[in-house]
């Protein structure tokens, strides 16, 4: 009989729970995005998101049983994220899952948040194909990962600063726009071109496979003090308003060139014919086209999941737990929380 694994992601502001059947068939794949609850503060508020996760985590619990019909009895182990994130958040999660493994006398499987990512691919193209360079643009992480076996990879490149979905937040906020900023940029970037105007590309050509974004960050605020601080401030400011489709378009064009770039040349440096896409920020339209065109171009296979499965969600952690749970990579109740280790 298959393997039945039950998973629970409260990393940061989304709560998810989701069952697996074997190592790749969704049951259930419930989250609920607490972005709303956060709103009126400008940020996510630790303590605020912690309350959220208790106060949903058994109701979606409940949920995704009802929904993969299943009992309790029916579950084969408890997968849970324990890194990295918000301390309070993770505690909810991970506390959750130490009660369901001691009572249902089953395995506790601790994952990485940022490293379950690319098994999103997983989910949906079938098992990972080795050796393989997954790019994972999380809100929190931009990381570049080269991967011989699922637990034999190393991390080649990653953001001295910023990670890019940050950025990308960070600048739409500039422009008065709630998290997540992703989704409004990416709106621009489908249309208008992106090539309006010039903005840098911080780290394109240096630095090995490392990334940078606060540079490109601080120049999009200086683009915005300039206008702002004009003495014919009501026409500039116009300008900005009329512009801002293209300014947005062209600071994603940023963002992507330098993604593509890096990463294409990461796998060509390492002979890498796979590639794997995997994030929150992956679920733009204009980055995956890109991705899309440039392996198509190059002769590269590439793996790129849907959008509903490149934001957070359980399936993609308890995916990683399967492939532990084959491997018989158990945790105990002694597993802890970690909030920065990647
Ligand atoms: O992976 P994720 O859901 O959370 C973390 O693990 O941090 O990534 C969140 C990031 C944010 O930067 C958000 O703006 C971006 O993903 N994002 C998107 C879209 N939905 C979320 N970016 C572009 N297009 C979207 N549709
Ligand atoms: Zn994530």
């Known amino acids: 009989m298959d393997t039945i694994g039950l998973g629970l992601d409260t990393t940061f502001d989304d709560t998810s729970v989701a069952i697996l059947r074997g190592k790749r068939e969704i049951l259930a794949n419930l989250t609920l995005s607490q972005y709303q609850e956060h709103e009126e503060f400008g940020g996510v508020v630790p303590e605020r998101a912690s309350r959220k996760h208790l106060e949903v985590i058994h109701h979606l619990i409940s949920a995704v049983l009802k929904e993969a019909d299943l009992e309790f009895s029916r579950i084969d182990y408890i997968a849970v994220s324990n890194l990295p994130g918000l301390l309070g958040s993770l505690l909810v999660g991970l506390t959750v899952a130490k009660s369901l493994a ?45 991967a011989r076996d699922h637990f034999d990879y190393e991390i080649i490149g990653r953001s001295v600063d910023d990670a890019a979905g940050e950025c ?42 490392n990334f940078s974004f606060s540079g490109l960050k601080t120049a999009m605020l200086r683009f ?36 593509l770039y890096k990463t294409f040349k990461a796998a060509e440096e390492k002979g890498l014919k796979n590639i794997s896409v995997s994030g929150g920020l992956a679920a733009s339209r204009k980055l995956n086209s890109a991705f899309e065109k440039e392996a198509k171009r190059r002769g590269v296979k590439l793996f790129y999941p849907p959008a509903s499965l490149c934001t957070d969600n359980a399936a993609m952690v308890t995916c990683l737990a399967a492939h532990r749970f084959a491997a018989q990579q158990f945790d105990d109740l002694t597993l802890d929380a970690y909030p920065n280790i990647v």
Not at 108 to 124: D, K, M, Q, R
Not at 181 to 187: L, T, W
């Open 102 to 146: 001691y009572t249902l006398q089953c395995p506790l499987i601790g994952v990485n948040h940022v490293e379950s990512h690319p098994y999103a691919n997983v989910l949906v193209h079938g098992e990972m194909q080795f050796p393989i360079l997954h790019l994972v643009v999380a809100g929190g992480h931009t990381l570049l990962i080269h």
């Open 168 to 209: 990308v937040d960070k600048v739409a906020k500039m422009f008065g726009y709630q998290m997540p900023g992703g989704p409004v940029v990416d709106r621009a970037a489908l249309e208008y071109s992106g090539d309006e105007y010039d903005f840098p590309r911080p780290l394109m050509y240096k630095n090995g496979h």
């Open 224 to 259: 915005r003090e300039k206008h702002h601080d004009s003495s014919v401030l009501n026409k500039e400011l116009q300008m900005l308003i009329q512009e801002e489709g293209p300014i947005l378009a062209s600071f994603f064009q940023s963002v992507v060139d330098v993604l």
